[in-house]
């Protein structure tokens, strides 16, 4: 069994990261702004995980 790096395994690891970033941000958008239930601390913490989970995907991206 050929031993696998954890630089072989980034690429999967941000796409799984801004992918449950990005649904944490819409749905605690939804729920803010359409259904009213305000929640503004999941909110920024929403908005700051996706915008750091972008951030390390162009960082690793220009990187390379």
């Known amino acids: ?3 696998t790096s954890i630089l072989s395994k980034a690429p999967i690891f941000n796409f799984v990261f801004i992918s449950l970033a990005t649904v944490g941000l819409v ?3 939804v729920n803010h702004f ?3 239930k305000p929640n ?3 909110l920024i913490l929403m ?3 996706f915008v750091a989970s972008v951030a ?3 960082r ?3 990187n390379k």
């Open 1 to 3: 069994m050929k031993a």
């Open 27 to 29: 749905f605690s958008a």
């Open 34 to 36: 359409l259904l009213q």
């Open 40 to 42: 503004t601390q999941l």
């Open 47 to 49: 908005s700051c995980l």
């Open 56 to 58: 390390a995907w162009f």
């Open 60 to 62: 690793n991206k220009l």
